[in-house]
């Protein structure tokens, strides 16, 4: 009882801080999800049924990718620079219950985006979407990787660093990761990468997940997001925890 009442505490401030800038944040990632179902399909004379599933499956996974890997460091950046960070350490609550509550939050303000996102992609172009039962669980599970990851390098880095590998991120999520186009385009060695990374298991879980007719996530996918999930936690609680 006496977590609950710490964790009510602390999501109600952290929620009051940060109402405007999450409120933008929400438009802003409903535009961006809109953006690549539409504004992708563009640079495809053509599409076809396939290219516009993985579009439209692809666009959810760049939402927490977006939220929890760029944002979310950006924030705590801030929070660094501002001293809020040491202010946070002061509270006489547990660790995790902060990460909690502010996890909390920003899993709530990714919800519109992937919805909205969705609806449009089924509405002007009909995709093909086979949504399993799979799909809640798996959405918990790469928005809870994409930010626990976020947290564990924004707080091992400094604010200038972590910011650096946020924009570093974003682009590679965009142009160099096999989210919103098959694997097998890119290079041998990307290939390697992106079996190691986070990236690519939480695409190959969504789109399973939206259209389990078509794709198929493996128990190696599943195993690599929790494994980062839990180094992005852990290391971000050790971090807080430390004198």
């Known amino acids: 009882m006496k977590i609950f009442s710490h964790y009510k505490y602390v999501f109600q401030m952290q929620f009051l801080r940060n109402a405007g800038f999450l409120i933008f944040m929400i438009l802003i990632q409903i535009l ?9 399909t563009y640079l495809i004379p053509t599409p076809d049924t396939n290219t516009i599933l993985f579009l439209a499956t692809g666009a959810p996974t760049i939402i927490l990718i977006f939220t929890g890997l760029v944002i979310l460091p950006q924030q705590v950046g801030t929070a660094k620079s501002d001293g809020y960070m040491e202010f946070l350490r002061t509270w006489p609550v547990n660790r995790a219950v902060i990460l909690g509550a502010d996890t909390t939050i920003w ?9 909205i996102s ?18 809640v669980p798996a959405l918990l599970m790469i928005a809870l990787t994409s930010i626990g990851v976020g947290y564990g390098f924004s707080y091992l880095l400094s604010p200038t660093t972590s910011l650096a590998l946020s924009q570093v991120i974003v682009f590679g999520a965009l142009m160099f990761s096999p989210v919103n186009f098959p694997m097998d385009r890119l290079p041998e060695w990307l290939q390697t990468l992106h079996e ?20 198929e996530a493996t128990l190696a996918n599943y195993i ?6 839990v180094l992005g936690f852990g290391g971000a609680i050790f971090i807080l925890n430390k004198k």
Not at 32 to 40: N, T
Not at 118 to 132: C, E, K, N, Q, T
Not at 224 to 229: P, Y
């Open 32 to 40: 961006i999800s809109i953006g690549i179902v539409i504004g992708f």
């Open 107 to 115: 899993l709530i303000i990714t919800v519109p985006g992937i919805v």
């Open 118 to 135: 969705s609806l449009v992609a089924h509405l002007l172009f009909s995709p093909g979407y086979d949504i399993s039962w799979t799909v």
């Open 196 to 215: 190691i990374l986070p990236i690519y298991s939480m695409a190959e879980i969504m789109r399973a997940s939206l259209a389990a007719s078509t794709f």
């Open 224 to 229: 690599n997001l929790l494994v980062w999930c």
